[in-house]
Each structure stands twice: as structure tokens, then as C-alpha cells.
């Protein structure tokens, strides 16, 4: 989802989406900046990351997060989407095919984006909703990235391949690109390497944005590649504008 239908992380907005309506949630940045240097340190996981940004939701009722999450994807992911991938999904529901959202980010506020956008179902991170948010939110589960998206939907995967997955997780998860499967399901869309486990699982790979090496390797493979308009110039006003996002000063569009 996140820089392939959406042309940002989508955590980002959602955390400065919250600060802006309760401001004094920004404590969060002082847990999240110095999980981002463990992160960087090797010290935590994704997951341990993905935790301490959602402290932001800290103290939260369960009912008001999902109010929330449902503003959130109404009044700014809808405003995110690129139209051109959004179209190409109607198109797919149009010839009868079952569409997917599959992504790391949060299914609390996915499961709002993907109604909005026309897909059939989602398959995200599982975070667990309690009554009322702890400072340091439960993931259910793996963090859904890599070979982890493709365990995730075992009613579209052959047996045979879920079981060489789970004989072969921790190598895949340390290196999804060297995962190999005959294709079993029509197409699948990306910005990611990290999602080579989706590409090589589809009849037609569709790159959108992709890194120079992984557009390479599109080429080499015969994947489509899309670059539809993003909202920003360059890496630097992306960053600036994901910066001021953090701390509530920005609302993305």
C-alpha cells in the first residue's frame, strides 16, 4: 500500500492526523526517535519500531481509535491515492478478479483505506485493539512484510508452497528475493524489493516507483512499471514534508 496506491508511509500521516486533533500526543516523538536509533543499531526489529510510533495512540479507547482510523482514511488517504493504480484495481474488480491489500501497515486503519479504494479484502499488520491503547501497542504476529504477505493468505497459496515456507522462514525472512514459486495468483503490484515474494508469486509483476536496481530487474523480467504523479518534487520535500507530518504541522495531500 504505502508509495504504491499511496504516495507516502502512511503511518506518518496517520500519527501527525492524531496530533493535530490532540496535540498533546506528541509525546510520542520522544519514544519513537530513540526507537529509530536502536532500530538503526540493530538492536529492536521493525516490530519493536512499528510499537513505539504507536505509542501515539497511547491511552486511547478502542471506539475512538476506530473513529479515528476511519477519519483519517476519509479525510487524507483518499486524498493520497494515486488515481491511475486506484483505476487499474477497478479494472481488475471489473474482469471478475478477487482484490487484495496487502501491507505492513496497521489493518485498525487499512481495512477504512482499502473500502475506500474498491479492494475485496485486506491482509495488514495485526495490531491488537484493547479497550484502552497501552503505551506500547501489541502486534498479533509477525510484522506483515516480505515472505510474511505471502503466509498471510493461505487460502490462495498451494499447500506445497506454505509448507516450504515455514521449512525455510528464516532464511526467506532474511532474504525474501530468494524465494521461488510457480505463479498462483494473476498479478501483483509494488514499490518494493521487499515484496519480490509477491512478484515472482504473480502471472504479471507491476512495479510502481521502483528503485534503479529493482526496475532493472523489472525490465529483465518483463514487469510493467508505473510512475504516476506524486505530490512532491524530489526526496527533499518528501522528507521535509514527512518531517513536518511527524510533529502535526502538516497535513498531506
Not at 474488480?93 to 501491507?103: D, E, I, Q, W
Not at 505492513?104 to 474498491?118: D, L, N, T
Not at 509494488?190 to 512478484?199: G, R, Y
Request: proline share 7%.
Amino acid at each position: 500500500m504505502d508509495y504504491t496506491i499511496i504516495a507516502y508511509d502512511t503511518l506518518i500521516p496517520f500519527a501527525g492526523f492524531v496530533v493535530r486533533r490532540q496535540p498533546w500526543r506528541l509525546y510520542y516523538i520522544a519514544v519513537f526517535l530513540p526507537a529509530c536509533a536502536l532500530f538503526l543499531a540493530g538492536l529492536i526489529g521493525r516490530g519493536g519500531l512499528k510499537r513505539a510510533f504507536l505509542s501515539v495512540l497511547w491511552r486511547m479507547k478502542a471506539d475512538e481509535l476506530d473513529a479515528i482510523a476511519r477519519a483519517f482514511a476519509e479525510n487524507v488517504a483518499a486524498g493520497l491515492l494515486y488515481p491511475e493504480v486506484i483505476e487499474e484495481v477497478k479494472q481488475c474488480k471489473a474482469r471478475g478478479l478477487r482484490t487484495v491489500l496487502n501491507t505492513a501497515s496497521p489493518e485498525f486503519y487499512v481495512r477504512h483505506i482499502a473500502e475506500i479504494a474498491g479492494f475485496d479484502e485486506i491482509v495488514g499488520t495485526r495490531v491488537r485493539i484493547d479497550p484502552v491503547m497501552p503505551f506500547l501497542p501489541v502486534i498479533e504476529g509477525e510484522n506483515n512484510r516480505g515472505i510474511e504477505k505471502i503466509l498471510r493468505m493461505p487460502e490462495l497459496v498451494p499447500g506445497q508452497t506454505m509448507e516450504s515456507i515455514r521449512g525455510n522462514y528464516p532464511a526467506l525472512s532474511r532474504d525474501p528475493a530468494a524465494f521461488q514459486t510457480d505463479p498462483f495468483v494473476e498479478i501483483a503490484y509494488t514499490d518494493s524489493s521487499a515484496d519480490l515474494p509477491l512478484l515472482v508469486s504473480a502471472e504479471l509483476g507491476v512495479l510502481v516507483h521502483p528503485s534503479k536496481e529493482l526496475a532493472e530487474r523489472g525490465k529483465r523480467t518483463g514487469w510493467r512499471i508505473l510512475r504516476p504523479p506524486r505530490p512532491y518534487g524530489g526526496k527533499i520535500e518528501k522528507y521535509v514534508r514527512l518531517c513536518l507530518c511527524l510533529v502535526g504541522l502538516l497535513k498531506l495531500k
